[in-house]
Nanobody
Framework: QVQLVESGGGLVQPGGSLRLSCAAS????????MRWYRQAPGKQRDLVAI???????NCADSVKGRFTISRDNAKNMVYLQMNSLKPEDTAIYFC???????????????WGQGTQVTVSS
């Protein structure tokens, strides 16, 4: 089994910053791609940012220039640095990993429980 645990969410004023972390653990053989998604109340879950195991990244247009995704392969961690936060960034943020377990023949997608980010004055 692979477990993902997010942390770092909270309440922040508009224009503020937060750094989300996601720790992957379990019987990991390899983590290929890690992603951050977010889901606002009443809306679908949207992709925010993606990073490959070689460090290639991409972000949604709505967060480009404000959010940065990074990872530490040695620690099986992925981060999301969020700057210049806006009220419309309010959502539950989920970590996703496309990873292969040591006992599996093929990779699967794994999800964390999510962390709430609220941007409000």
């Amino acid at each position: 089994q692979v477990q993902l645990v997010e942390s770092g969410g909270g309440l922040v004023q508009p224009g503020g910053s937060l750094r989300l972390s996601c720790a992957a653990s379990g019987s990991l053989f390899s983590i290929y791609v890690m992603r951050w998604y977010r889901q606002a109340p009443g809306k679908q879950r949207d992709l925010v940012a993606i990073i490959t195991n070689s460090g290639n990244t991409n972000c949604a247009d709505s967060v480009k220039g404000r959010f940065t995704i990074s990872r530490d392969n040695a620690k099986n961690m992925v981060y999301l640095q969020m700057n210049s936060l806006k009220p419309e960034d309010t959502a539950i943020y989920f970590c996703n990993a496309h990873a292969r377990e040591t006992t599996a023949w093929a990779p699967n997608d794994y999800w964390g429980q999510g962390t709430q980010v609220t941007v409000s004055s």
